[in-house]
């Protein structure tokens, strides 16, 4: 069993639609990062969160340390926004969750 | 400027060879780490490094050999290469403040093949 679980794994949405990744995680943690890969493979660090909610530009990351759970949200998605969204906490080293696959179809 | 870069993008290599990959920070951060992306995507830490000194290592075979000449840089050198090591290797770097882990920057990726 992993360390971080992610849900869905895959996600097809139309374009303008909200959408909403979910993390939960079993161990003990100082910060939960929400990633995201590109299709042509790179990765990019969207978010570094220790406690409560932080926003940039359309998307949303909210933590419950209490409940060892994350949300990472997606307003007005765009076909842009399709990538694999990765959720890695830490601790005293680095879990990473399975990720998920978005679609955003125009 | 790049902010992380590592060499080669691509590294196609025989089963049996030794081969490295590079990775070089302009960012002036503390901590350097190697990251092994497999088939399903799915990505596990390898090694992390402080001001060049090793502070994660997880259980990769000793195959694997890390070097950091400097905290700017963190070389990962793969002797006897097999078929299983195939996968995508991210470098990474953050800056790090005790125990609080920082935003972490990823290069671009290095996709190794071994036939």
């Known amino acids: 069993k992993n360390e971080v679980e992610q849900s869905p794994q895959n996600l097809t949405a139309q374009e303008g639609e909200f959408i909403t990744i979910n993390c939960s995680y079993s161990?003990?943690?100082?910060?939960l990062h929400w990633l995201q890969q590109h299709p042509g493979g790179g990765i990019v660090s969207l978010f570094m969160?220790?406690?409560g909610k932080k926003k940039h530009g359309r998307l949303i990351a909210t933590i419950n340390i209490q409940e060892k759970h994350s949300s990472l949200h997606i307003t007005a998605s765009h076909p842009r926004d399709s990538a694999v969204y990765i959720c890695?906490?830490?601790?005293?080293?680095?879990?990473f969750g399975t990720g998920t696959s978005l679609t955003v179809i125009p | 400027d790049t902010a992380v870069s590592q060499t080669p993008k691509y590294l196609v290599t025989q089963m049996g060879n030794d081969k490295s990959i590079k990775c070089e920070q302009n960012?002036?951060?503390?901590?350097m780490y190697w990251y092994k992306q497999d088939s399903k995507k799915f990505l596990k830490i390898m090694f992390s490094?402080?001001?060049?000194?090793?502070?994660i290592n997880e259980t990769v075979p000793n195959r694997f050999s890390p070097k950091s000449p400097d905290k700017a840089h963190l070389n990962l050198h793969i002797n006897s290469l097999e078929l299983g090591d195939s996968a995508v290797y991210f470098c990474?770097?953050?800056?790090?403040?005790?125990?609080?882990?920082?935003?972490?920057?990823f290069g671009s990726g290095t996709q190794l093949s071994v036939l």
């Open positions: 890695a906490v830490a601790g005293n080293q680095f879990y």
């Open positions: 990474a770097s953050s800056q790090d403040h005790g125990s609080t882990w920082e935003k972490l920057f």
């Open positions: 161990v003990g943690i100082s910060a």
């Open positions: 969160l220790s406690s």
């Open positions: 490094y402080n001001n060049k000194e090793l502070i």
């Open positions: 960012l002036g951060h503390d901590t």
